[in-house]
């Protein structure tokens, strides 16, 4: 009662590959992380991401898993990182 009226602008983002995923996380961490960040290995299969190696301290842990979470088409993350002592 009283709708003249409805428009769809409802679109369909495209799937996001899993090498588009893992390329976009280690330019990430290229680009924002220090230097052990960046011997870090990323892992992606069906969206699902894995990050192992090893960094200098917690802060450099928290900032490679939030650039996954962070990342388009990445729908979980498993974090084996080891903080080196």
């Known amino acids: 009662?009283?709708?003249?009226?409805?428009?769809?602008?409802?679109?369909?983002?495209p799937a996001v590959s899993s090498n588009d995923i893992k390329s976009d996380i280690e330019a990430a961490?290229?680009?924002?992380?220090?230097?052990?960040?960046?011997?870090?290995s990323v892992n992606v299969k069906d969206a699902n991401v894995t990050l192992s190696g090893?960094?200098?301290?917690?802060?450099?842990?928290?900032?490679?898993?939030?650039?996954?979470?962070?990342?388009?088409g990445a729908h979980k993350v498993v974090d084996d990182i080891t903080i080196a002592r």
């Open 54 to 72: 090893i960094v200098d301290n917690q802060s450099e842990r928290e900032l490679a898993r939030h650039t996954a979470w962070g990342t388009p």
């Open 1 to 13: 009662m009283g709708v003249k009226g409805v428009s769809d602008n409802i679109t369909i983002r």
């Open 29 to 40: 961490l290229k680009r924002w992380a220090t230097t052990n960040a960046r011997n870090l």
